[in-house]
């Protein structure tokens, strides 16, 4: 019994040892397959990009050959122009010219990045650094060759204007023989400047001095330096054709065709070691291919057996799925009625902001009452006292007297009716967004409310004439009193404020000027965020900006602000004449009015 026992825990701890090792298998397996997935992949995309580049390094091969070519013709065409160009007497050659220039243009061209030979390998820069440096060398020799060539051109030129002329000449005519040994002259001058010889040069210095020997015999002084400068310019001339044949010379000793050939040797063994690695790369790939195959058949065979796990696991995912929708359905109800609560509150904010903002009108308005109800009551206990003084027979002075009075009077109780129309006009709530409007009349309805506030600021009003538009005015109202009471605190209660309104196509547009302390442009970056205040604590609440930007917006209309430290501040209102039609739920409403993160 005791071995029994004794086999059995054997088994036991076996079967626990077992159970962890596969539990720590299958941790193992969950770590590294996805990073052998990875690497796979990886060396996958790898292989491909490096045997699909062939195509492309061939078709730059291609154009690298034709540049290479290009080169040997060019070097060969300006050989050529080189050895012509003293034959063109007359001109400048612009074979010579042209030839250099596309020289020049093809050589440059093989250092470029994309279709050149730089960066290639070591031993292809280092050939290409010895054609540049050849090429650019023999550039050089070009360029001073082309210079001794004007000079030969010129010297040419010279010879056979002065020697025209001088064969002409009636002493030259008159000495025996010399006119024609100088053409004898200038015409070996001539060949010499074609092809030159050594036996061509020999008659040039017998005839030279033949030609001076006879000159001495000449009694005119200017025949004789004519004939002088003549044979120096021979002189120059056989001078200049000797350095443009050792120039020759030393340009074609230059190696730049044999440097040429090396960077073409190189270029090709380069090009065909390119194209061994990339015929081993698709024979490479080509297997890995095979075996990526037959790993990833492995992978399928062993997951088809998941499949009923996951058919299990995703009938219980779609249980939580209908557990959670009801869930989900529960909790956005209780967010609707979260989000009408909180529109509700806004909206009473926004009253309880206006209304804030009329309490501060209260005390100007009520010496705006009391004034003319102070003359209106002193005029009528005047009335009264008169009349009960007066006698049966009433002059005309006093019935003049009594109409003026009574008149003054009925000026201040209009008055008094006019501020109460305003007051009213404004603490209403808004309920409907079509009311037609006519922003004139109600920004004259603002400053009368807060006539206390502004009563020692210089108003400049400068009207357009306006159609009335569609609006909620009791919200305007609000608008243009937040701006005219900011504008008074700006300026201290002293200083010029300006408003002028005029229409712009389809719009109005209003604006309200001070001369006042003006601000920075951080403070006008958060003027219009809610409860972003300038003010010291408890003077403000930091909303009635953000409540002008909402209802402006609400409108569809834009508010623009320009100030500057010590410049005043500006606002610039732009409504809509005919506001867009919106559903009820969208209506301007002060019971729709929520803040934004947009209104800044």
């Known amino acids: 019994m005791s071995r029994i026992t004794i086999k059995e825990k054997s088994d036991q701890r076996e079967s626990s040892q077992q159970s962890v090792n596969q539990q720590s298998g299958f941790r193992v397996q969950r770590i590294f397959a996805p990073l052998a997935i990875v ?54 050659s612009r074979e010579l010219q042209a030839a250099r220039e596309r020289y020049q243009t093809v050589s440059q061209s093989l250092s470029y990045t994309q279709t050149g030979l ?72 001539t060949q010499y400047s074609i092809i030159s010889s050594a036996e061509n040069g020999a008659v040039i210095d017998q005839l030279s001095a033949r030609v001076a020997m006879k000159a001495s015999s000449l009694t005119d002084n200017n025949a004789l330096a004519a004939l002088s400068q003549l044979l120096d310019t021979i002189d120059g001339l056989r001078f200049t054709r000797d350095e443009l044949n050792a120039q ?12 040429l050939a090396q960077l073409r040797d ?6 065909s070691t390119l194209q061994q690695e990339a015929d081993l790369n698709r024979q490479t790939l080509a297997a890995y291919a095979a075996a990526l195959l037959l790993a990833f058949g492995l992978i399928a065979w062993r997951l088809r057996g998941s499949f009923d796990e996951l058919d299990q ?24 009625a979260a989000l009408e609560d909180i529109r509700m509150q806004q909206a009473q904010l926004i009253q309880s902001e206006k209304m804030a903002s009329l309490g501060q009108m209260v005390a100007g308005v009520a010496h705006e009452i009391n004034t003319p109800l102070g003359y209106a009551n002193s005029n ?12 049966e027979s009433v002059d005309e002075e006093s019935k003049s007297e009594f109409d003026m009075l009574l008149g003054d009077a009925q000026y201040g109780l209009e008055q008094i009716s006019e501020l109460v129309m305003g007051l009213k006009n404004f603490s209403r709530v808004d309920r409907s967004s079509t ?17 206390n506030q502004i009563k020692d600021l210089e108003i400049v009003k400068e009207y357009g004439d306006l159609p009335d538009i569609t609006c909620a005015p009791s919200q305007l109202n609000q608008v243009f009193l937040n701006l005219i009471n900011n504008a008074s605190q700006a300026m201290n209660g002293q200083g010029k404020l300006t408003i002028r309104t005029r229409q712009k196509d389809e719009e109005v547009e209003i604006s309200i000027a001070d001369n006042g302390c003006g601000m920075d442009e951080e403070t006008v970056a958060h003027i219009f965020e809610p409860f972003f205040t300038t003010k010291a604590v408890g003077e403000g609440t930091g909303l009635g900006l953000s409540i002008v930007f909402r209802i402006i917006e609400d409108h569809g209309g834009r508010i623009n602000v320009l100030s500057a430290p010590g410049q005043g501040t500006e606002f610039l209102i732009n409504l ?7 559903n009820s739920s969208e209506a301007v409403t002060e019971d729709s009015i929520v803040f934004s993160d947009s209104a800044v």
């Open 576 to 582: 809509p004449i005919r506001a867009p039609e919106k």
């Open 248 to 259: 020759q010379d030393a340009i074609a000793e230059l190696a730049v065709s044999g440097q």
């Open 118 to 189: 730089a960066g290639l390998s070591p031993l292809i820069d280092r050939a290409l650094a010895d054609y540049r440096s050849g090429t650019g060398k023999k550039l050089e020799l070009v360029e001073e060759h082309r210079e001794k060539l004007r000079r030969f051109r010129l010297l040419f030129s010279a010879m056979r204007v002065g020697g025209v002329s001088l064969l002409s000449a009636p002493p030259i005519e008159a000495a025996p023989g010399l006119r024609e040994d100088i053409k004898r002259l200038m015409f070996e001058a």
């Open 380 to 391: 009528v206990q005047i009335v009264r006292e008169l009349i009960n003084g007066i006698e």
């Open 266 to 271: 190189r270029y090709e063994s380069h090009f």
């Open 313 to 336: 696991l995703n009938t219980e995912l779609q249980d939580a799925n209908v557990n959670l929708e009801g869930l989900v359905a529960e909790r956005t109800k209780d967010l609707s």
């Open 39 to 92: 690497l796979a992949f990886s060396v996958l995309g790898y292989l491909l990009w490096v045997t699909l580049r062939n195509p492309l390094e061939t078709g730059i091969h291609v154009v690298r050959l034709e540049i290479l070519d290009a080169a040997k013709e060019a070097e060969t065409r300006l050989n050529r122009a080189i050895v012509r160009a003293p034959l063109a007497l007359d001109d400048e």
């Open 435 to 451: 009311e037609l409007f006519a922003l004139n009349e109600g920004i004259d309805t603002s400053l009368k409310i807060c006539q």
